[in-house]
């Protein structure tokens, strides 16, 4: 019985088509046998010289240690709340404005200082240096507000400790940039 799909294919053209599936499938066992080699060499390394009973002690104590971690962990993060819990009533911020308080002195040697916590609550101590003596006046501030009028240069103290944190960032931003541009003129010359 003669195949009609075969009665017009040349035999030498089947032979071709066959010989290079024959080649790409050799290939194909030749890669899978070298992938296999190299995982039983890598299980081989792993498994040298350990029992199972071994390398499940190995992972255990890895484990262990894992585990061991987690727990300090958590004991820093509940450590740190409690810091921070701690340090909310504690004077954070802080604004000092030095000034002549009397026109025939010199030096600046009156200053206004303003201690201020998390929450904007502390006080304005006013020092205020003269001939005769130094007269000190402290005043209470809640949520950066005084009940009592605040001199200029006690404002402008309350205003430093108030926005302290600003006035750092910017002054560290612009040093920043002025260190760059420095490095910058110096690559160029």
Same mark, same amino acid.
Do not use: W
């Given at each position: 019985?003669?195949?009609?799909?075969?009665?017009? &294919?040349?035999?030498?053209?089947? +032979?071709?088509?066959?010989? &290079?599936?024959?080649?790409?499938?050799? +290939?194909?066992?030749?890669?899978? %046998?070298?992938?296999?080699?190299?995982?039983?060499?890598?299980?081989?390394?792993?498994? #040298?010289?350990?029992?199972?009973?071994?390398?499940?002690?190995?992972?255990?104590?890895?484990?262990?240690?894992?585990?061991?971690?987690?727990?300090? &962990?958590? %004991?820093?993060? %509940?450590?740190?709340?409690?810091?921070?819990?701690?340090? $909310?009533?504690?004077? %954070?911020?802080?604004?000092?404005?030095?000034?002549? $308080?009397?026109?025939?002195?010199?030096?600046?040697?009156?200053?206004?200082?303003?201690?201020?916590?998390? #929450?904007?609550?502390?006080?304005?101590?006013?020092?205020?240096?003269?001939?005769?003596?130094?007269?000190?006046?402290?005043?209470?501030?809640?949520?950066?507000?005084?009940?009592?009028?605040?001199?200029?240069?006690?404002?402008?103290?309350?205003?430093? $400790?108030?926005?302290?944190?600003?006035?750092? &960032?910017?002054?560290?931003?612009?040093?920043? #940039?002025?260190?760059?541009?420095?490095?910058?003129?110096?690559?160029?010359?």
């Amino acid at each position: 019985m003669e195949s009609k799909i075969f009665k017009n &294919v040349d035999p030498g053209i089947l +032979f071709i088509i066959l010989a &290079v599936v024959l080649l790409g499938v050799i +290939f194909y066992l030749v890669k899978l %046998q070298m992938n296999y080699n190299r995982l039983k060499n890598s299980y081989s390394t792993f498994m #040298k010289d350990k029992d199972g009973k071994s390398l499940e002690e190995s992972f255990k104590s890895k484990f262990e240690e894992v585990d061991t971690i987690v727990r300090a &962990v958590k %004991q820093n993060r %509940q450590d740190i709340r409690n810091l921070s819990g701690k340090n $909310a009533n504690n004077f %954070q911020k802080s604004g000092i404005v030095k000034y002549d $308080a009397f026109n025939e002195m010199g030096g600046k040697l009156s200053f206004a200082l303003a201690m201020l916590d998390e #929450k904007d609550n502390g006080f304005i101590m006013n020092v205020m240096h003269s001939r005769e003596g130094c007269y000190t006046y402290i005043k209470e501030i809640v949520k950066g507000r005084s009940y009592v009028e605040l001199a200029e240069e006690e404002a402008e103290a309350l205003d430093k $400790a108030i926005f302290s944190v600003n006035f750092k &960032v910017k002054e560290t931003d612009e040093k920043d #940039k002025k260190d760059k541009k420095e490095k910058k003129e110096k690559k160029d010359k």
